[in-house]
């Protein structure tokens, strides 16, 4: 089996710049040295699990390129660039659209009246692709992508605004299988999510806030921020391995370990049985 491929981008023009979600707040400015330390502890981590890293070249002015995760949403060789819902990081897609043309995706944009955050707000589990709207991606923009890609999508409501985005309260380990922060959705949400996914391990509050759920899963390993004792030892009895990875700065923009990274070969969890159309 090919090694797994991550795109990450390195935190040079990382910071707190402005405030979009309720993590954010410019007067608690990230510590430049410590972003840098921590994205290379994570970075170091996938390596050291045989991942493939791709580095996007930062460019400044654009503090949250980092988060890879939001760039779009890739399935098999297709980029379905995202349409973010703040100016100020879709300033950004111009360099994910590049990035992803040079590397041999083929580029696709939603209709302009619509917000969908890619691998933020739109996860696979199983062959089924797992849809967060409200605070960020519209609803009828997942139901495009669905269409687009050919694969069936599950509309999760986001009820809380501090996880804003999918990735945030939802993480799919394998087919049938994902962590999740019940208290992110609401009543039918959490109904849609037991019916479709047998095993659902619970994230408990306390480390739901540091992002446990935020995770890069690569095999049956789980890179995860730090100090979050349940959910690793939640992920051993489910014969998972956990590897800690403060990124607590990061934290400050509202990311952790699985915004950071995009997963360019398809995420463990995701059946991607569906073909898409020959050179469509
Ligand atoms: N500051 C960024 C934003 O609010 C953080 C994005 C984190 N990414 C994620 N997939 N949750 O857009």
Redesign the pocket.
Known sequence: MSSPRILMCPPDHYGIEYE??PW?NRSLGAVRELAFTQWKNLHHALLSLGVGVEAMTPRPGLP?LV?T??AGLVFHRTFLSSRFR?EV?ARESPHFDAWFAANGYEVKHLPENMFH?G??DALFCGDTLFAGYRT?SDATAHQWAGNALGVRVLPLELVNPRF??L??CFCPLAPGVALYFPDAFDAYGRRVLTTHVPTLIPVVEAEAHRFGC?AAVVGNTVVHNSRCPELAGSLVRAGYRSVEVELDEFLK???SA??LTLRLDGEEAAGWKAVPNPGG
């Open positions: 979009i979600n954010m949250d988060f995760a939001n703040h990081r955050e691998a933020g960020r804003y985005h990735d945030t935020n923009a509202g990311g699985k915004c």
